[in-house]
């Protein structure tokens, strides 16, 4: 059974329903907003609009992961966040941060976050251990291969399958590492490594793998290449309909968590979900 309630550093929360992560970006580069808030104060504002407009946390990132992203030095990535998780900790809601490094890790975890969103699953050298002496949640999400390559030529035997026996495993080391089951969360990780006839086989799935892995599940689409090539939309900012479409498709497989970056117009459709949709379709 999927845990009714996920363990997140300062915070419990009930996943009772849908909870929206809004996606602040603090890297130059980041697809769809990059450059944009870059300064701490920004990034403050920016964070403050986001809960505003109904974000339940903020997902800090510091390095772009985004196919064909340039490498971001340790220091850089450091000099980025930490600023930022110290400035949010009176901001109400966790506050999980995207990396991939274990040095990144302790030092916001120090810093105050309640949360690691790693799309490497916790595989860097001292991870798992790191996490086993905290109280944060972790996202362990998939991805075959490095941003800067992953989308070259992405090869799967059974892409369902295959992400889901890897989060099994990855969830299966982390609870034997002293991780409980009630702080993670795991993700299939839409766009790392895959076509977009593996991320629509992936969404297919969701409800099968939610059910399977026991595990709540995050769901990141928003403004991503796969709505581009299904719409046709080439530009980030044009897929926000797409995104907002995906989200309650994802809120509907039974998805916990909704990573993406227009929190207000994926929180007025999840009100609409939730009033509107007949008890008999759930
Ligand atoms: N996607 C991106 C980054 N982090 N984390 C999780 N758990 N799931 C995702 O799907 C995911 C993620 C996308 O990469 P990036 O280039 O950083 O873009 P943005 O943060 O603007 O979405």
Do not use: W
């Not at 593996?198 to 099968?208: E, T």
């Amino acid at each position: 059974m999927t845990p009714h309630q996920l363990q997140c550093g300062r915070f419990t929360l009930a996943l009772d329903r849908p909870l929206i992560m809004g996606i602040l970006n603090v890297t130059p580069d980041s697809f769809s907003d990059g450059g944009r808030y870059d300064a701490l104060e920004l990034a403050v504002a920016h964070a403050r609009q986001l809960v505003g407009e109904g974000a339940d946390l903020i997902d800090i990132g510091g390095e772009s992961t985004r196919p064909g992203a340039a490498f971001v030095p340790v220091e850089e990535e450091l000099r980025r966040v930490v600023p930022v998780v110290e400035a949010l900790q009176s901001l109400g809601v966790p506050l999980s941060v995207d990396t991939r490094r274990t040095e990144v890790m302790r030092a916001v975890l120090a810093a105050g976050a309640d949360m690691i969103n790693d799309v490497a699953a916790l595989e860097d050298d001292g991870a798992l251990a790191l996490l086993a002496t905290s109280n944060a949640a972790v996202c362990l999400m998939h991805k075959l291969g490095e941003p800067q390559t992953m989308q070259a030529d992405p090869v799967y035997d059974d892409v369902v399958l295959d992400v889901t026996r890897y989060l099994a495993e990855r969830r299966t080391l982390a609870i034997d590492a002293g991780i409980a089951a009630n702080r993670i969360v795991l993700d299939p990780g839409f766009g790392f490594g895959k076509r977009l006839a593996h991320n629509i086989a992936l969404f297919h799935a969701l409800p099968a793998m939610i059910a399977q892995l026991e595990s709540a599940m995050l769901v990141g689409v928003s403004r991503k290449r796969m709505l581009g090539e299904l719409t046709g939309r080439d530009a980030a900012i044009d897929r926000v309909p797409a995104s907002v479409a995906s989200a309650m498709l994802a809120a509907q497989a039974g998805s916990a968590i909704l990573r993406v970056h227009d929190v207000a117009a994926t929180r007025d459709a999840l009100v609409i979900q939730r009033a509107l949709q007949s008890p008999a379709s759930n």
